[in-house]
């Protein structure tokens, strides 16, 4: 069985020496060249398994490098050697194209567990595995709008490199979900996914959640604990909400991205780690930079890719398909039949704007499973406001002899909470009262309110009556 082989292109000999040694040692063929025209000629005459290219060399820079194999050899990762520091080179390198970034002077630790990652990356490309994986992971991202096929194609480059990425997208368009695809389609497939919401955690918490603690740090510290960088090691950290981070955080968190490696409070030392970031929110990182509410090293050294999530209103052709997976995903943790659209309902929800987006398409058909008669879904059992359909939509709404949706669906869009929860009580006493004459037998329960016994259920859960 032939050895892989590296390509490593750097102007000073000492580099040279030290991976040619490194990656001896790992059972790795080396080829070493010190600038851009020996390289082109080492490409020319053989392919690679991995290159490894500095930023500066006597002729020419590392990104010509990284241009050349992108165009001829694609599936041979790319690394770049920066300067100390110097991740402005670090981040054209990989929006380049690169896989990842190696820094001097160069940790033997870190560099071994690059090439064993990038390594991993070119034998599934090359026994088909990614592809593979990527069509049976994909299938979760419903719709055929071509939005849908650019972000399913541009999930399918992200997750070739190391490049962070930041995923732009209103609230519940699906961005987790997006993270974890480029995750799982990519060579840390086998490593953990760790999703974080940045707004969740107390101000106070953050370092010790992030970086973990050593025993006797500070008061409660009863015994060490791994942070959330530690617990991503050789996979991925999804910082969601991203933007809620506060400042002093946001600097600790740059240095940790650039550094590669974090203290935990109460550590001497630092820990190195290998993780790849992705991170996301709602809300627009620009203006926030702009306004000074988040750091612009950190917003530039998260957002080397950007990839933008369309809310549901840019694909309305993606409706009927999404509706229909989420029925059917319905039906099988309840154990009933699937629900059916009728046309109305159809059309209906293709008109409404959906400002939840795929969530709240979630929640309204769910809603109208419980509250619909048998499996069939009219459009007025959708109940969707008035005020976010588009002009024709009421039309769709009567077409299937009833009235238009109420203007306010009665559990999430009234303005006023005072009176949501006048009606709640009103429901909730009737229910019960009905419960007791019917000594809790639900159906007769249900039979006595005159609502099916689906909407009595939903009811109960909503009221949280047990």
Same mark, same amino acid.
């Given at each position: ?249 946001? &600097?600790?968190? *740059?240095?940790? $991205?650039? @550094?590669? #490696?974090?203290?935990?409070?109460? +550590? ?5 780690? !290998? ?82 987006? &795929?969530?709240? *398409?979630?929640? $309204?058909? @769910?809603? #109208?499973?419980?509250?619909?008669? +048998? ?5 007025? !059992? ?85």
């Amino acid at each position: 069985m032939s050895l892989q082989t590296v390509l490593v292109i750097d102007d000073e000999r000492d580099i040279r020496e030290l991976l040619t040694i490194t990656l001896g040692r790992m059972d790795l063929q080396v080829e070493a060249v010190g600038t851009v025209a020996e390289a082109r000629r080492a490409l020319a005459e053989r392919s690679f398994d991995l290159c490894f290219t500095d930023m500066r060399l006597p002729d020419g820079n590392g990104q010509e490098i990284i241009e050349l194999i992108a165009e001829n050899s694609p599936d041979t990762p790319v690394a770049m050697i920066t300067a100390y520091g110097n991740v402005d080179a670090a981040v054209n390198a990989l929006k380049a194209g690169a896989f990842d970034f190696v820094s001097k002077p160069v940790d033997i630790q870190m560099l071994r567990g690059l090439v064993r990652t990038a390594l991993r990356l070119a034998e599934e490309k090359r026994d088909g595995a990614a592809a593979a994986k990527a069509g049976d992971s994909s299938e979760r991202l419903i719709g055929d709008s071509p939005a849908m096929q650019q972000v399913r194609a541009t999930i399918g480059k992200l997750a070739r490199n190391q490049a962070p990425v930041y995923i732009a997208g209103e609230s519940g368009v699906g961005k987790e979900l997006v993270a974890r695809l480029i995750h799982e389609q990519g060579p840390r497939a086998s490593g953990p996914f760790v999703p974080v919401n940045c707004g969740a955690i107390p101000s106070e918490l953050m370092e010790s959640e992030f970086f973990g603690h050593r025993k006797g740090s500070f008061t409660g510290a009863g015994a060490d604990k791994e942070g959330l960088f530690q617990a991503a090691q050789g996979g991925t950290l999804f910082l969601d909400e991203v933007a809620e981070l506060p400042l002093h955080m946001q &600097v600790k968190l *740059l240095r940790a $991205i650039q @550094e590669k #490696a974090v203290r935990p409070i109460g +550590g001497r030392d630092e820990i190195p780690v !290998d993780v790849r970031i992705l991170s996301a929110t709602h809300k627009n990182l620009g203006q926030l930079v702009e306004q000074g509410q988040f750091r612009q090293d950190l917003f530039y050294r998260i957002n080397v890719i950007e990839l933008r999530v369309p809310p549901l209103r840019e694909r309305r052709g993606d409706v009927p398909q999404l509706a229909a997976f989420i029925l059917k995903a319905l039906a099988g943790k309840s154990g009933e039949s699937i629900g059916q659209l009728s046309p109305a309902a159809r059309d209906a929800l293709e008109a409404y704007d959906f400002p939840g987006n &795929v969530r709240e *398409l979630e929640n $309204i058909l @769910e809603r #109208a499973m419980a509250m619909c008669d +048998g499996a069939n879904i009219d459009a007025f !059992d959708l109940m969707l406001p008035k005020r976010s359909m588009r002009s024709g939509s009421d039309a769709a709404a009567s077409a299937s002899g009833h009235d238009a949706a109420p203007a306010v669906a009665p559990s999430t869009t009234s303005a006023n909470g005072g009176l949501d929860d006048y009606i709640s009580n009103l429901e909730r006493t009737a229910i019960v009262k009905a419960l007791e004459e019917s000594r809790y037998n639900k159906t007769a329960a249900a039979r006595k309110l005159g609502i099916t016994f689906r909407a009595l259920r939903y009811k109960l859960k909503k009221l949280g009556i047990d």
